[in-house]
């Protein structure tokens, strides 16, 4: 490990501090302080540039003020005392003797005037040009000097013709001469002040032009830093912006790719961080918005409005399919049990699915199973036959064949399926109708007990007319619009009538005369049928009452539905209208069909033994339809069994129903039971149940139900025959 550390190829230190430098430069930061620096030191330049402008302007007007201007002055004045010396010394030439002495002073003055310039000036020329003329000024003030002692001299001795000679060819040239080389010095200066004028003036404009070009490189270069600065920043930010505005739209695919300084690389770095962080935060939403979180199963929402990631081949065909007893087992096993059971049967379910649509990576989903609610779900399938669902129905059912074991209790699983189908396969998300349809078809397949049903329109138009109907029921108990019709049962015997069998109808106001068929059903479902059987209850008591006196051996039986075993005021409510209207409760007879009994067992017997108790007479309804075992048969207190009318259409030529009518018949005469068969139409049908060793007969034979009077005369007939 160690020796892979120092084999490793180690950092060059001055590369690595290059790579630095150039880092920093990407900043907008380093950027700004760079330019910002360049910037300061060209101000700097500049500033620089103009003191020493004015530096050299001020040493400049210094220079004119203490060496160019005095020299300059001094050298006029010396023209000035040269040109008056020649006037000086033609005053004293004239002048009388007595008068000699004031302008001998005079030009003393004047000479030691022109001796004083002369020596200053020596001292102040650093012109080699203007020292030689002053050399040659000086040699002409000694021949002055010497002119001047000669005519003095001449003077003295007063011959003035002499004098002005000497003055005339020594003196005045010599002055001439002084004069010359003044004004050369004159010149001369004056020259070299206009030059150095011009220098400076030079020197000024050069300045300024350089204070100008720099002025302009620094504005150049202001511009280009704040160009590229602006670049550098607003591009990216540009990116940023869109790449924000994506995100807003709910796009997270696209990353912004790392661009520009190192600032707004670092924000383009952080949007993309937190562009994942909401892709994955979203995509959790997602997922639990469209999860059934008991069953792990996708939930309704995604059956109805599939996420866009959901890659679903067109459906056509829908299966609902509900978890019989669920209720029952939440009540008496626990909620605990209850979701096991969902999610056993989701389980179950879904290794259906994927072994019959295996799903192949890439592919289109061809199978949704979703759990709904409670024991209910739905699974959508891409386009198949009929047949072919129906097979899925099969395969499931069969998985849920092994019972569950729940804390030592064996728990079946069984399905009902409820299916619809488009020929037209509907495109994933818009399944809302086939889904009804389902629950349409899974509805009817409850109500005639089988184990699936497919939707048809029947269907529909049935529920939508029982749906109105289903509103209506409850002022049709309280205005009188029910019935309650009476059907005879007779003894197969001797053919007496030995009690009625107590059935509704409904006279609806606008719809006329309903059948139980178009209502009852649905009011079971409901709920609604506690209602009805309240209302028939009260209306049988209420009849037995009137017969005490003239049919004191007939019963009524009443129909009780599943709901009503439910309902633990039955009881109360029979008691007290039994004992209200003062009627042997033997002659009250409740008819349970079987396959009601079967949906609670527990609850049903512990109802039914209250009900016996209270001296109320028990049949078993519709016998042959339900799966009842004979030990639970034996464990109800029912007194009748009341075969099925399908096993007696056709009787006496049917052989099979002939069996299975005859050990129907001794099933319940080994139980101690009165056996009773219903829809008998035909006097051969009564014949074959004579012969089968049936005790009583129901049907059309014997008497349709009949109303009010219909039926009095009825007894009459009977009476009297
Ligand atoms: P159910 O209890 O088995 O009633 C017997 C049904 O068979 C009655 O139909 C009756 O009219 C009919 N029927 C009788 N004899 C014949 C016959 O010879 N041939 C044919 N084809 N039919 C015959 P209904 O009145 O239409 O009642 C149908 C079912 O509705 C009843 O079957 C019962 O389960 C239910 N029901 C009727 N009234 C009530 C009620 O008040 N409460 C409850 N809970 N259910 C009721
Ligand atoms: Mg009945
Ligand atoms: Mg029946």
New binding site residues.
């Given amino acids: 490990m160690q020796a892979d550390t120092a084999d490793a190829p180690q950092p060059d230190p001055a590369r690595s501090r290059s790579q630095h430098v150039l880092r920093g430069l990407t900043r907008v930061s380093w950027r700004l302080a760079l330019g910002f620096g360049a910037l300061l030191l060209l101000m700097l330049v500049s500033l620089g540039l103009a003191m020493t402008q004015i530096r050299a302007m001020s040493d400049l007007t210094q220079g004119f003020g203490t060496q160019d201007l005095p020299r300059l002055m001094q050298v006029q004045t010396l023209t000035v005392y040269t040109e008056g010396a020649g006037n000086a010394l033609l005053r004293l030439m004239n002048a009388p003797r007595d008068q000699r002495v004031a302008e001998y002073a005079e030009v003393d003055e004047r000479n030691r005037r022109i001796d004083g310039l002369v020596q200053s000036l020596r001292s102040r020329f650093d012109d080699p040009a203007q020292e030689e003329t002053l050399g040659r000024l000086v040699a002409a003030r000694a021949r002055y000097a010497d002119a001047f002692i000669a005519m003095a001299d001449e003077v003295e001795a007063d011959d003035l013709r002499l004098a002005r000679r000497v003055y005339a060819e020594q003196v005045r040239p010599a002055l001439q001469d002084l004069l010359s080389h003044s004004n050369a010095l004159m010149r001369r200066e004056r020259e070299r002040i206009e030059s150095r004028l011009e220098q400076a003036r030079e020197q000024s404009n050069r300045i300024f032009l350089g204070l100008v070009g720099l002025g302009v490189i620094a504005m150049l270069f202001a511009v280009l830093l704040a160009w590229r600065t602006t670049r550098s920043v607003v591009t990216p930010l540009t990116a940023l912006e869109a790449s924000a505005l994506r995100i807003a739209q709910g796009d997270y695919s696209s990353t912004t790719e790392a661009l520009g300084s190192e600032e707004v690389v670092r924000v383009q770095q952080a949007l993309n961080t937190m562009t994942a962080a909401i892709a994955a935060r979203e995509h959790d939403i997602e997922r639990l918005a469209y999860l059934d979180v008991l069953t792990g199963l996708p939930n309704r929402t995604y059956l109805l409005q599939p996420p866009a990631s959901a890659r679903l081949a067109p459906l056509n065909c829908h299966v609902l399919f509900d978890l019989a007893r669920l209720k029952t087992i939440n009540e008496t096993l626990g909620y605990a049990t209850g979701d096991m059971l969902i999610r056993e049967v989701a389980r179950r379910a879904k290794s259906v699915v994927d072994q019959v649509y295996p799903q192949t990576p890439g592919g289109l989903t061809k199978a949704v199973l979703t759990h709904l609610s409670a024991g209910r779900f739905a699974l959508a399938m891409a386009p198949v036959s009929r047949s072919a669902a129906e097979d899925v129905c099969h395969q499931l059912e069969e998985a849920m064949r092994a019972p569950v074991d729940c804390s030592g209790q064996s728990v079946d699983l069984s399905l009902v399926f409820g299916l619809s189908e488009v020929s037209e396969p509907l495109a994933a998300g818009a399944p809302l109708t086939l889904l009804r349809n389902a629950e349409i078809a899974l509805q009817s397949a409850k109500r005639t007990a089988h184990t699936f049903a497919w939707y048809s329109e029947v269907q529909e138009a049935a529920r939508l007319s029982h749906l109105s109907l289903l509103s209506e029921l409850r002022s049709a108990t309280a205005s009188h619009h029910l019935q ?2 009476l ?1 005879p049962k007779l003894a197969l015997s001797d053919g007496r009538a030995v009690g009625v ?5 409904w006279q609806h106001p606008a719809r006329g005369f309903i ?3 178009e209502f ?1 059903p649905f ?2 479902q409901t709920g609604a ?1 506690k209602q ?2 309240h209302w ?1 209850l009260e209306q049988a008591v209420r009849t037995l009452a009137d017969w005490a006196r003239p049919h004191p051996q007939l019963g009524i039986a ?4 599943t709901h ?1 075993l439910q309902d633990d005021s039955l009881v109360r409510q029979a008691r007290h209208l039994l004992e209200r209207h003062a009627v042997v409760p033997e002659r009250l007879r409740m ?1 349970i ?1 079987e396959t009601g009994l079967m949906q609670d067992p527990e609850h049903s017997v512990a109802m039914l033994h209250a009900l016996r108790s209270l001296g109320v007479q028990l049949s078993v ?2 016998f042959g339809t339900g799966y009842s075992s004979l030990a639970y048969l034996r464990r109800l207190p029912v007194s009748e069994l ?1 075969i ?2 399908s096993f007696i ?1 056709g009787l006496d030529h049917q052989l099979v129903n002939q069996r299975l009518v005859r050990t129907m018949v001794e099933l319940g005469h080994g139980m101690g039971l009165s056996v009773t068969a ?4 035909t006097e051969a049908e009564r014949q074959a149940l004579i012969a089968l060793g049936c005790d009583v007969m ?4 014997g008497s ?2 009949l109303h009010g009077e219909a039926l009095q005369t009825w007894l009459k007939g009977q009476a009297q025959g």
């Fill in positions: 309650m019709w059907q069998e107590a059935l509704v109808r059948q139980p068929g009852v009011a079971e049928i009805i059987t028939m009443i129909n009780i539905s009503d008819e069909v309804d519709d009341k099925d009318r259409s219903e829809g008998v139409e129901q049907g059309y034979l349709r139900p």
